[in-house]
C-alpha cells in the first residue's frame, strides 16, 4: 500500500478515534426527584400508615377508616383495647377505639404468639 494511503487511513482512523471520545449523550441523566429510601425507611412508612388507619394490616389502602368504637361498639371496643393493652409487646401499641378493630385484633395475636402454649394469659383465649 502506497505510503499516502496509509497516511490517509491513519488520519481518518484517528479523527474517527477523536470525535467518539468527544461524544455527548444526547439526554441528561435525569436526577430523581424522590430521594431513596431504605427498606427500614419505607417498613417504618407502612407501619405508621396501617397505625394511623389509612392502611390495612396486609397494606391495602382503606377508603374510609372505620373505628372499633363506631364498628362493635364502645363497651364492646374497650373490652378489646384492654386485651390488646395487657398482651401487646409494643412501646406503642395499636390498642386504641380509635383504631379499626381488625388492627387492635391482629396486635393481640401478635402479642400473644409471644407467649408459649402454656404461659398464654387470659387474654388470649378470650
Request: aromatic letters at 2%; glycine letters at 4%.
Amino acid at each position: 500500500m502506497p505510503r499516502q494511503a496509509i497516511a490517509l487511513v491513519s488520519t481518518s482512523l484517528f479523527a474517527l478515534i477523536l470525535s467518539a471520545c468527544d461524544a455527548r449523550p444526547s439526554d441528561p441523566v435525569p436526577t430523581p426527584t424522590v430521594p431513596p429510601t431504605t427498606p427500614a425507611a419505607a417498613a417504618a412508612e407502612t407501619t405508621a400508615a396501617i397505625q394511623s388507619g389509612s392502611l390495612s394490616p396486609q397494606g391495602q389502602p382503606l377508603e374510609k377508616p372505620v373505628t372499633c368504637r363506631e364498628e362493635i361498639g364502645d363497651a364492646a371496643a374497650q373490652a378489646l383495647v384492654r386485651r390488646c393493652i395487657a398482651v401487646s409487646p409494643a412501646t406503642r401499641p395499636p390498642c386504641n377505639v380509635a383504631n379499626p378493630c381488625q388492627m387492635i385484633e391482629d396486635e393481640i395475636k401478635r402479642g400473644c404468639d409471644f407467649f408459649g402454649p402454656n404461659e398464654k394469659p387470659a387474654e388470649c383465649t378470650s
